[in-house]
């Protein structure tokens, strides 16, 4: 099986655009969880899509937000860029059923000038 | 408060030599999640071991195992006869409530 892929890896971004990350998930799994490391905060948990529905959201402003898609892909939007968005964003895959499977992305390094 | 706790910043082990990472947590949750992953400085990030709160025995995968301690709320990661490419970034994280929150991680050096 394919891994988990995201693009794009890299990313270069100025205050005040928005972003669009992507993730595809391991083929057979239907969860989608996003989450965001930088090196003061650590790794943090953005949100959880599940059947196209978000079924978790961690403690982020408004101007983070995703949806998924009928085969399973997920997008992140980020508004409004600032300085402090500039992370890793890493994506992971899980079905369910099989909670002791979590996998995650590459991740896409997103840095914002 | 933190609900992961690695209180090891960072060490360092002998090419060959067994290695233990220390992770506490802390749920009053009676069925968790524990896992254990390895990020090297190419930022993904490598499942290696999964440990569920009602497993009676503790998790092993090749040279990794976990030494649960429930009693405790310790699940920490032995790592036997280490090799250079271990030398990464290591998170110890608790499934809670659909998500998985992260310990702050320890950084893992291997010496030849």
Redesign the interface.
């Known amino acids: 099986k394919a891994g988990v892929t995201q693009t794009p890896r890299y990313l270069i971004k100025t205050r005040g655009q928005q972003v669009t990350l992507s993730c595809s998930p391991i083929s057979g799994h239907r969860s989608v ?1 996003w ?1 965001q490391q930088t090196p003061g905060q ?2 943090q ?1 953005l949100f ?1 899509y599940f059947s196209e529905t978000q ?2 959201k ?1 403690n982020f402003p408004g101007r983070f937000s995703g949806r998924q898609f009928s085969n399973s892909r997920s997008e992140m939007n980020v508004s409004t860029l600032e300085l402090g968005d500039s992370a ?1 964003y ?1 994506c ?1 895959s899980s079905e369910p059923s099989s ?9 896409t ?1 997103l840095t914002v000038l | 408060a933190q609900k992961i706790t690695q209180t090891q910043p960072g060490m360092f082990v002998q090419e060959k030599e067994a290695v233990t990472l220390d992770c506490t947590y802390d749920t009053s949750d009676p069925s968790y ?1 524990l ?1 254990w ?1 390895k990020q090297p400085s ?6 290696l071991i ?1 440990q ?1 709160s009602y497993d009676q025995q503790n998790a092993t995968e090749g040279r990794y195992s976990l030494n649960f301690q429930k009693a405790r709320k310790s699940a920490n990661l032995v790592i036997s006869a280490s090799q250079l490419g271990d030398s990464a970034m290591y ?1 110890c ?1 608790m ?1 809670e ?9 320890t950084e893992l050096s291997v010496k030849p």
């Open positions: 969880s989450y650590g790794l948990f959880e079924r978790n961690g890793l890493l992971a909670y002791n499977e979590q996998f995650f992305g590459p991740g390094r | 999640g896992f992953y190419s930022g993904e990030m490598i499942f999964y569920g998170f994280a499934r409530a659909g998500k998985l929150i992260f310990g702050q991680g």
